[in-house]
Protein backbone atom coordinates (compact mmCIF):
# COMPACT_ATOMS: atom_id res chain seq x y z
CA UNK A 1 0.00 0.00 0.00
CA UNK A 2 1.53 3.34 -1.15
CA UNK A 3 1.79 5.86 1.34
CA UNK A 4 2.60 9.88 0.75
CA UNK A 5 3.32 11.85 4.02
CA UNK A 6 3.65 15.93 3.58
CA UNK A 7 4.77 18.02 6.25
CA UNK A 8 7.38 21.04 6.88
CA UNK A 9 4.27 23.28 6.40
CA UNK A 10 3.00 26.43 8.30
CA UNK A 11 2.75 30.30 8.73
CA UNK A 12 5.01 32.85 7.61
CA UNK A 13 5.12 36.49 6.58
CA UNK A 14 6.24 37.63 2.95
CA UNK A 15 10.17 37.18 2.07
CA UNK A 16 10.19 34.06 4.80
CA UNK A 17 11.31 30.73 3.89
CA UNK A 18 10.06 27.37 4.99
CA UNK A 19 10.88 23.78 3.75
CA UNK A 20 8.63 20.89 2.78
CA UNK A 21 9.53 16.95 3.23
CA UNK A 22 7.40 14.93 1.62
CA UNK A 23 7.88 10.81 2.67
CA UNK A 24 6.90 7.95 0.04
CA UNK A 25 6.52 3.93 1.12
CA UNK A 26 5.48 1.11 -0.89
CA UNK A 27 6.90 1.81 -3.70
CA UNK A 28 10.28 1.93 -4.83
CA UNK A 29 11.01 5.81 -4.87
CA UNK A 30 13.86 5.64 -7.26
CA UNK A 31 11.95 4.09 -10.01
CA UNK A 32 9.82 7.49 -10.40
CA UNK A 33 10.27 11.41 -10.81
CA UNK A 34 8.41 13.28 -7.91
CA UNK A 35 6.61 16.46 -8.40
CA UNK A 36 5.31 19.33 -6.15
CA UNK A 37 1.86 20.55 -6.67
CA UNK A 38 -0.31 22.95 -5.06
CA UNK A 39 -3.72 23.84 -4.47
CA UNK A 40 -5.22 27.40 -2.94
CA UNK A 41 -8.28 28.04 -2.13
CA UNK A 42 -11.62 27.70 -4.62
CA UNK A 43 -8.59 26.63 -7.72
CA UNK A 44 -7.82 23.45 -9.19
CA UNK A 45 -4.10 21.64 -8.07
CA UNK A 46 -1.61 22.73 -10.39
CA UNK A 47 1.92 21.58 -10.69
CA UNK A 48 4.81 23.61 -9.26
CA UNK A 49 7.86 21.66 -9.35
CA UNK A 50 9.64 18.20 -10.61
CA UNK A 51 12.29 16.48 -10.03
CA UNK A 52 13.96 13.17 -12.09
CA UNK A 53 14.26 9.66 -10.77
CA UNK A 54 18.11 10.34 -9.54
CA UNK A 55 17.75 13.91 -8.95
CA UNK A 56 20.07 15.69 -11.69
CA UNK A 57 17.14 17.15 -13.18
CA UNK A 58 14.79 19.54 -12.20
CA UNK A 59 11.95 21.79 -13.22
CA UNK A 60 10.53 24.57 -12.49
CA UNK A 61 7.15 26.63 -13.18
CA UNK A 62 7.58 30.55 -13.83
CA UNK A 63 5.65 31.51 -10.24
CA UNK A 64 8.12 29.85 -8.31
CA UNK A 65 11.16 29.54 -10.69
CA UNK A 66 14.36 31.41 -8.46
CA UNK A 67 12.75 30.61 -5.38
CA UNK A 68 12.20 27.32 -4.61
CA UNK A 69 14.17 24.56 -4.70
CA UNK A 70 13.39 21.09 -5.46
CA UNK A 71 15.39 18.04 -4.06
CA UNK A 72 15.12 14.04 -2.88
CA UNK A 73 16.70 12.08 -1.32
CA UNK A 74 16.61 8.42 -2.83
CA UNK A 75 17.83 6.77 0.45
CA UNK A 76 15.12 7.80 2.51
CA UNK A 77 12.62 7.65 -0.03
CA UNK A 78 12.32 11.71 0.69
CA UNK A 79 11.65 14.58 -1.69
CA UNK A 80 11.95 17.91 -0.32
CA UNK A 81 10.65 21.43 -1.18
CA UNK A 82 12.77 24.56 0.00
CA UNK A 83 10.79 28.02 -0.43
CA UNK A 84 12.17 31.34 0.03
CA UNK A 85 11.12 34.95 -1.14
CA UNK A 86 7.79 33.41 -0.34
CA UNK A 87 4.27 35.51 -1.49
CA UNK A 88 0.62 35.79 -0.19
CA UNK A 89 -0.07 33.87 -3.67
CA UNK A 90 2.04 30.33 -2.71
CA UNK A 91 -0.50 30.45 -0.18
CA UNK A 92 -2.02 27.05 -1.26
CA UNK A 93 -2.48 23.04 0.01
CA UNK A 94 0.93 21.56 -1.14
CA UNK A 95 1.06 17.85 -2.24
CA UNK A 96 3.38 15.39 -3.53
CA UNK A 97 3.33 12.63 -6.06
CA UNK A 98 4.92 10.51 -8.21
CA UNK A 99 5.01 10.56 -12.07
CA UNK A 100 5.84 7.94 -14.53
CA UNK A 101 7.98 10.55 -16.45
CA UNK A 102 10.23 13.67 -16.19
CA UNK A 103 9.97 16.04 -19.01
CA UNK A 104 12.49 19.13 -19.35
CA UNK A 105 10.15 21.18 -20.85
CA UNK A 106 6.43 20.21 -19.12
CA UNK A 107 7.78 18.56 -15.73
CA UNK A 108 6.14 15.53 -14.66
CA UNK A 109 4.13 13.54 -16.61
CA UNK A 110 1.97 10.64 -15.96
CA UNK A 111 1.32 11.53 -12.18
CA UNK A 112 0.13 8.35 -10.31
CA UNK A 113 -2.71 9.91 -7.92
CA UNK A 114 -1.27 8.42 -4.75
CA UNK A 115 -1.89 12.05 -3.00
CA UNK A 116 -1.35 12.66 0.68
CA UNK A 117 -3.45 14.98 2.75
CA UNK A 118 -0.89 17.93 2.05
CA UNK A 119 0.66 20.29 3.74
CA UNK A 120 -0.79 23.95 4.64
CA UNK A 121 1.05 27.08 3.29
CA UNK A 122 0.04 30.28 4.55
CA UNK A 123 1.93 33.71 3.61
CA UNK A 124 1.22 36.99 5.21
CA UNK A 125 1.75 39.99 3.44
Known amino acids: QVQVVESGGGSVQAGGSLRLSCTVS????????MGWFRQAPGKERKGVSC????????YYTDPVKGRFTISRDNAKNTLYLQMNSLKPEDTAMYYC??????????????????WGQGTEVTVSS
Open 97 to 114: APSRYYDAGRGCLGTVAY
Open 26 to 33: GLTFDDYA
Open 51 to 58: INRSGGYT
